[in-house]
């Protein structure tokens, strides 16, 4: 089956943020928007198409003009093929639809910035706003422990620029395994038991015991820190590394000012 290049286009941005962070492809959309930080594709192309229709409204040109006017008829006749349709149609569940939708068919200027704050109301944060609250013990969903746990707080809505922050793991001067590591643990796409144990939605407290250990308890992802502090090396890397980056991970603690170069 041939993909549309829209869907095209969005499935090269998730293979290029997942593979930048050295995780599986089947890992979390949501979860790697958020850790790059990065807003879905359909909101830059919506600010580019009401953008675009601005300029429109205060070009001097005559012909453009006559353009605007004939596509605006177009979509009050129903056509479903007309470009101002389509746009129409995407205010539809927006907080100020009604607005937007007054202004297009009254070729008046859009309000861009509150177009911004409803899109990412809209899209993004629903997604957030639903696990908020959630115990990630009892939800399986990566999401909700993604954001309970491990995620940055997100910026208003109002707020000018990007709506989420970069982790900073990110800006220190990792080598590419201990990135990889830390990224596959705070988005759930690692192959420790208290992941792979979830596969299937299984119900068997067998397959999330903890297999490092003799307690014979549930094996929490938190586990994880005091094994880690009681080896002398993880997967080749001095086990320090992991455990100070870790700490503040979880703790969701400002990292401390490290400037050092850390490698193998």
């Given at each position: ?52 229709w601005n300029r429109m409204v205060d070009s001097n040109s005559n012909t453009l003009r006559d353009v605007m006017k004939a596509a605006t008829s177009l979509m009050n006749s129903g056509a479903s093929n007309c ?145 880690m502090y009681g080896h002398r090396t993880f997967t080749g890397t001095s086990s320090i590394i992991y455990l100070i980056i870790f700490l503040k991970v979880i703790s969701k603690v400002s990292f401390f000012n ?7």
């Amino acid at each position: 089956m041939t993909m549309s290049p829209a869907i095209l286009r969005r499935s090269r941005t998730w293979h290029f943020l997942k593979r930048s962070l050295g995780i599986k492809s089947t890992s979390a959309n949501w979860c790697v928007l958020r850790e790059c930080p990065q807003e879905p594709l359909q909101c830059y192309w919506f600010r580019s198409a009401v953008k675009s229709w601005n300029r429109m409204v205060d070009s001097n040109s005559n012909t453009l003009r006559d353009v605007m006017k004939a596509a605006t008829s177009l979509m009050n006749s129903g056509a479903s093929n007309c470009w101002t349709r389509q746009i129409k149609d995407a205010f539809g569940d927006l907080q100020n639809g009604t607005v937007y939708r007054s202004d297009l068919l009254q070729c008046r200027k859009l309000n861009i910035f509150n177009l911004r704050i409803d899109l990412r109301f809209r899209h993004h944060q629903a997604v957030w706003r639903e696990a908020h609250g959630q115990d990630p013990c009892s939800c399986l969903r990566k999401s909700v422990a993604y954001h309970n746990w491990f995620a940055l707080p997100v910026r208003p809505v109002s707020d000018a620029r990007a709506p989420f922050v970069l982790p900073e793991y990110l800006k220190m001067a990792l080598s590419k395994c201990v990135m990889r590591n830390v990224a596959r643990f705070r988005i759930r796409g690692h192959g420790l038991k208290c992941e792979t144990g979830l596969y299937g939605m299984s119900t068997d407290r067998s397959a999330l015991v903890c297999n490092l250990c003799k307690t014979g308890i549930i094996f929490k992802m938190r586990m994880l820190i005091i094994f880690m502090y009681g080896h002398r090396t993880f997967t080749g890397t001095s086990s320090i590394i992991y455990l100070i980056i870790f700490l503040k991970v979880i703790s969701k603690v400002s990292f401390f000012n490290i400037t050092q170069k850390f490698t193998n």
